[in-house]
């Protein structure tokens, strides 16, 4: 036992593990939010197909599938954003240590602002899982306002507690925010993943990075689409 905790410790010291470490974190959260845009889109299917979905996540191992899924999460993204802070603070040392003072190799803003826009977005989370999730200062808990009848069995109005969620402008705007700061994250990061699993050669790279521009857009414009629909122009409201 202890010779596999120093191995991995080990692993996790070294510069190349924690880059290892945070790609195989970033992928798990990249299916993640593919995955909870999808779902979340449901909403423009009606109350029954994105209630019958919450149902779906809520019900799984018998309540137990969710909560697994959301500690596996919260556990990528600590693991993911530590590991990130640790190395930019040792690639800062380096540089300073090799030129005297802090330089920039030439990068991307995306790439230069990564450690910004991911505790940004670490802050949209937290409140995220406030507002939807642990649901503090609104009544989203409360059977008599936010129940749907789901063939028979009552559920959960996940379409009700969206469409309020999102009518209130200050939530809207700070999730569009968090959104534009998320498509500056992956556009570089998914790209960056492959790089860092060596999936990338000389002549695909390119290709990877339009591919990781691509991805960004379309999670943009479909996460957002949602909070603009409800807001700018009514939807369910």
Known sequence: MSAVFDTLSRFYSSSIGKKILVALTGLVLVAFILG????????????EAINEYGHM???????????????????????????????????????????????????????????????????????HLMHFTVRVGNEYNNPALYSYDLHGVEVHNVYKMVIDGFSW?????????????????????VASIFQTLGLTTHRTWPLIQKAGWAFALLVLVGNCSIPIAILVFGYGR
């Open 169 to 189: 402008w200050p939530a809207s705007v700070f999730y569009i925010i968090a959104m534009v700061l998320l498509c500056s994250h992956l556009s570089h990061g």
């Open 36 to 47: 909870h845009m999808i779902g979340n889109l449901l909403v423009f299917a009606g109350p």
């Open 57 to 127: 996540l809520q019900s799984s191992l018998h309540g137990a599938g969710v909560w697994i899924a959301r500690i596996g999460l919260l556990l990528a993204v600590g693991v993911h954003i530590l590991a990130t802070v640790q190395l930019t603070i040792a690639n800062r040392a380096a540089r300073r240590e090799a030129y005297g003072q802090q330089k920039f190799q030439v990068s991307s803003t995306a790439s230069r602002t990564m450690i910004w826009s991911g505790l940004t977005i670490l802050a949209f989370i937290v409140y």
